[in-house]
């Protein structure tokens, strides 16, 4: 029996005319012989609505009674599209997270799948033809409902790919496959046909919107075959795959850009062991991812400037948390600045070939663009620039290493 699973974005499942069109593609799959998983999304617009009455009912709601609101929308579109598949004489069910289950941590809003029970579905296939999964849904040990976090629904879809060993995992969106940069602002970007799974990561990891980056981590753990679809055009899309031993690229993939972006500088750190700690050990506590991070020493090391990005959607709260410390770490003053914006050049050429990091900068700077702080992976160039340059950066930098159509 081969198992393929199909993930549904927002966009593509934004209507009921939409939903009908979807269910004639998951028709098709099934007419082929597949036994069919599909995973879809709340309809385009419907979860922020949900996260709107949250927010105008309370400003501190109980995240446990959050997630229970906002994962209804993936509820609604799974039974839409089960009805859909009946219409067209398929024999399909709606399942909720809860009902498979899908068993989480109990991390509201943003938890963390922790196994994904097969054996009532795999009984269901006996019978029957294609099994939609709300995505975006969990279950804790304390049986609450829990949600996956933004994009979660593209998790869902790969962990259960990997927890039915299936086939393969299409992702469904409304663009036609992966591009080395966003097309939107560079007119000149091309579709990849391929692309591997690390430098998928990287891209998605530092703004690229095609695919959640956790569920490009958990592919390339489980070796799940994933593809990127339109659900708009039947044409060919991107296949994301493991690098192979021979493959010796000569070109950068990609280039990504994050807007959510904001950068923090306290001055006059003391320069004393364990402040870094300190600093970052707060921040952790309230789960804020840093970033790129420089330091800068006075001349007689006697205090240090420290300067790192989080999500300007964490600012606030970092904010806050640093002022709690401010006096147990001695800074002087904490100056933040969100006018920033993330560009990354992403490719494996990075680790044979040289003169990448040259390329960059000589391009930034022949356009007057000034870097404000640089991090680096093995495959990975990122620069914080100011975000009225963001634009020309990407166009620029996309010419100078050749990714031009």
């Known amino acids: 029996m081969k198992i393929v699973v199909l993930k549904f974005g927002g966009t593509s499942v934004a209507d009921v005319p939409q939903i009908k069109k979807i269910a004639v593609k ?38 446990s009674e959050y997630d229970v609101v906002v994962s209804t ?12 598949l009946q219409n067209l004489n398929v024999k ?21 799948i922790e196994d994904i029970k097969t054996d009532k ?15 975006f849904q969990g279950i804790s040990d304390e049986n609450r409902i829990t949600t ?66 956790r569920s490009v981590a958990l ?31 000569s070109e950068i993939s990609g280039i990504a850009h994050s807007l959510n972006e904001a950068k923090i500088t306290l001055y006059g750190v003391p320069d004393q062991p364990g402040q870094a700690a300190e600093i970052f050990g707060s921040l952790a506590k309230h789960s804020i991812n840093v970033d790129m991070i420089v330091q800068s020493s006075s001349i007689n090391y006697e205090a240090t400037d420290i300067t790192f990005t989080i999500p300007e959607t964490d600012l606030l709260i970092a904010k806050s948390t640093i002022k709690e410390i401010q006096k147990k770490i001695g800074f002087r003053k904490i100056i933040t600045d969100t006018n920033v914006v993330k560009i990354s050049v992403v490719g494996n050429a990075m680790r044979t070939q040289s003169g990448i ?36 950066a990407m166009r620029s930098l996309h010419s100078s290493f050749g990714l031009d159509v």
């Open 26 to 63: 998951v028709k098709n799959e099934v007419n082929i012989g597949n036994k069919v998983i599909v995973v879809v999304s709340a309809m385009a617009g419907i979860t922020n609505n949900l996260i709107d009455l949250v927010k105008s009912t309370s400003d501190k709601p109980s995240y």
């Open 73 to 84: 929308g993936e509820q609604v579109t799974s039974a839409l599209l089960a009805i859909s």
């Open 92 to 112: 399909a069910r709606s399942w909720l997270g809860w009902q498979v289950p899908i068993i989480s941590d109990k991390s509201h809003g943003k938890a963390v």
């Open 121 to 135: 579905i795999l009984e269901f296939f006996k019978k029957n033809q294609v099994a939609i999964i709300s995505g």
């Open 148 to 213: 996956l976090g933004r994009g979660g629904s593209d998790t869902s879809a790969v962990a259960i790919a990997a927890s039915f060993l299936a086939e393969r995992c299409d992702i469904y969106t409304d663009v036609d496959g992966v591009y080395t940069t966003d097309p939107r602002i560079v007119k000149k970007a091309k579709k990849l046909d391929i692309i591997t799974y690390e430098e998928m990561l990287e891209l998605a990891s530092q703004g690229a919107k095609v695919l959640q980056t």
């Open 219 to 249: 592919a390339m753990k489980y070796n799940v075959k994933l593809r990127v679809l339109s659900s708009f055009e039947d044409i060919p899309g991107t296949s994301i795959i493991k690098e192979e031993s021979d493959m010796e690229k």
């Open 357 to 392: 990091a040259k390329t960059m900068f000589e391009t930034l700077a022949n356009n007057q663009i000034n870097i404000h702080v640089i991090s680096t992976s093995e495959i990975k160039i990122s620069v914080l620039i100011a975000s009225d340059y963001y634009e020309l």
